[in-house]
């Protein structure tokens, strides 16, 4: 028996759909923002059958990539169908790093033959510096839903964001601050039960002036993770957002990945970087004892 169901309208930017049938079991986020499929895959095996299954949602939706999160056992399984390693996410798992396995299209909707092209990006040295509040700077932590959602109406096309997890497409945590006329927004998004969160600079840097300024509020909401018993971070962010890659590595992060055409700017692909950095002073979460 086959089932599968849409929870989110057609003209939502990212829907969350869920397909079972026989031993096959995932739910996948078709993000039409940025043309591409994130699949959550529940069962291991029948990797060709999925495979196709996601060739034919590629084709029909006109997607340039699908990709999953797996653990190292899995990768290869993925790989032997067709998939290519384009990185990791350390801890992830718990105790384990995360492979991300990515199969990139053509414009026609025909899988690119060797596997995703190499993305080749620089990464900034970090000037190791600690952050110090800018004078004027106000700053306030947000939870409520109703605003972060507006949050990400308001600035995701701009920010390149990208959700990654499932069930609610924007942070679940946020930072606000603002200096004079100019507001800026940084979040996360949290995952208690693995103890990670991605972070997203809502408002992307425009000048130099705008560094120091997101430097803090970046740093601020990981003293906030902190507290939240968050081990690690990572944040997806343009392979050519010089800035934005400036902050994260002065704030410790290091590249673990490379995404070959992975967000969309005005109708053009670019690839994205994923900076990681384990927050030291948590520790990992433990599992419930009944587990």
């Known amino acids: ?6 929870i989110r309208s057609r003209e939502e930017p990212v829907e969350e759909l869920y397909y079972r049938k026989g031993d096959i079991d995932f739910c996948f986020l078709l993000n039409r923002r940025h043309h591409n499929l994130r699949v959550f895959d529940y069962r291991v095996g029948n990797y060709q059958q999925k495979r196709d299954f996601f060739d034919r949602i590629a084709r029909a939706e006109g997607l340039r990539k699908v990709f999953t999160v797996v653990e190292k056992q899995d990768s290869k399984s993925w790989r ?3 998939f290519s390693r384009e990185g990791a996410i350390p801890g992830y798992f718990r105790t384990a790093d995360a492979y991300i ?18 993305l080749h990006a620089a990464a900034p040295l970090p000037k190791e510096r600690q952050p110090v509040k800018p004078r004027g700077l106000t700053c306030e932590v947000v939870t409520n839903v109703a605003r972060l959602e507006s949050v990400a109406r308001e ?7 990208a959700p990654f997890r499932r069930g609610v497409f924007n942070p679940d945590l946020g930072l606000r601050a603002k200096l004079g ?27 130099e002036a705008d560094v120091p300024m997101l430097e803090y509020c ?17 944040t997806l962010c343009a392979a050519d957002a010089n800035l934005c890659s400036q902050i994260y590595a ?23 970087q994923i900076w990681h950095r384990r927050l030291g002073s948590v520790s990992t979460p433990r599992l419930p004892s009944f587990i």
Do not use: C, N
């Open 1 to 6: 028996m086959q089932q599968a169901a849409r």
């Open 80 to 82: 032997s169908v067709g």
């Open 101 to 118: 396995m990515s199969r990139v299209y053509t414009e026609d909707g025909e899988p690119i033959q060797g596997g995703a092209p190499k």
């Open 155 to 161: 600035y995701g096309t701009d920010a390149l964001y």
């Open 181 to 207: 006329k100019r507001e800026y927004w940084v979040g996360a998004e949290t995952d208690a039960s693995f103890g990670h969160a991605k972070v997203d600079m809502m408002t992307a840097p425009l000048r």
């Open 218 to 234: 970046i740093k601020t909401l990981l003293d906030e993770l902190v507290k939240r018993e968050t081990a690690s971070v990572f």
């Open 250 to 272: 002065e704030l410790g992060f290091k590249v673990t990945a490379r995404l070959t055409d992975h967000l969309t700017r005005e109708e053009l692909f670019v690839g994205a």
